[in-house]
T-cell receptor, first 114, second 114 residues
Framework: DTAVSQTPKYLVTQMGNDKSIKCEQN?????MYWYKQDSKKFLKIMFS???????INETVPNRFSPKSPDKAHLNLHINSLELGDSAVYFC?????????????FGSGTQLSVL | GESVGLHLPTLSVQEGDNSIINCAYS??????FIWYKQESGKGPQFIID?????DKRQGQRVTVLLNKTVKHLSLQIAATQPGDSAVYFC?????????????FGTGTRLTIIP
């Protein structure tokens, strides 16, 4: 069973379009995250949700809007896609927000904006 | 902001040999460190962690060493196998701020030569 699953795995779209990436975790964790990994493999946190509540928004443009319908799901909606949004987006979860909790990552969504 | 860097972006090691991946961190207040392994097409996977009150921690075939004096972290992999080929990330955190402040390094690509 996949612990953290995200869909789609690949997403190719035109500039200006709106797209969503879905994430679900079956670990019973309270905290979920979105990370962005650029072409140089650099990983940076975008958002963090704890029990459906937004905890952190790391200077991400307003075009990115996370939505957490319940604590097992954290979706990412992106409006007016730009070329610079091309990256791999990873969803992750942890039991708590505490700094010593392991993060479990999904397998990533490779977004290509043309 | 704070950054976590790596001395070697790529490393090639003969199968069966030991490998050492190095990492420098800049936040002297970081008190928890993690190594992640990312295989091609997958999300990062937890390998081993260490708290700042320790100098060394061993797992199965892996050892993490922490030198707080020079803010240096290393991951040693013993008797490398083809399955060890991946990108390895160190990550640091001030645990009081929670996982939202987890900062990843830029990654080292380890290639095991058969």
């Amino acid at each position: 069973d996949t612990a953290v699953s995200q869909t789609p795995k690949y997403l190719v779209t035109q500039m200006g379009n709106d797209k969503s990436i879905k994430c679900e975790q079956n670990l019973g964790h309270d905290t979920m995250y979105w990370y962005k990994q650029d072409s140089k493999k650099f990983l940076k946190i975008m958002f963090s949700y704890n029990n459906k509540e937004l905890i952190i928004n790391e200077t991400v443009p307003n075009r990115f809007s996370p939505k957490s319908p319940d604590k097992a799901h954290l979706n990412l909606h992106i409006n007016s896609l730009e070329l610079g949004d091309s990256a791999v987006y990873f969803c992750a979860s942890s039991q708590e927000r505490a700094g010593t909790e392991k993060l479990f990552f999904g397998s990533g969504t490779q977004l290509s904006v043309l | 902001g704070e950054s976590v860097g790596l001395h070697l972006p790529t490393l090639s090691v003969q199968e069966g040999d030991n490998s050492i991946i190095n990492c420098a961190y800049s936040n002297s207040a970081s008190d928890y460190f993690i190594w992640y392994k990312q295989e091609s097409g997958k999300g990062p996977q937890f390998i081993i962690d260490i708290r700042s009150n320790m100098d060394k921690r061993q797992g199965q075939r892996v050892t993490v060493l922490l030198n707080k004096t020079v803010k240096h972290l290393s991951l040693q992999i013993a008797a490398t196998q083809p399955g060890d080929s991946a990108v390895y990330f160190c990550a640091e955190i001030e645990s009081k701020f929670g996982n939202e402040k987890l900062t990843f390094g830029t990654g080292t690509r380890l290639t095991i030569i058969p």
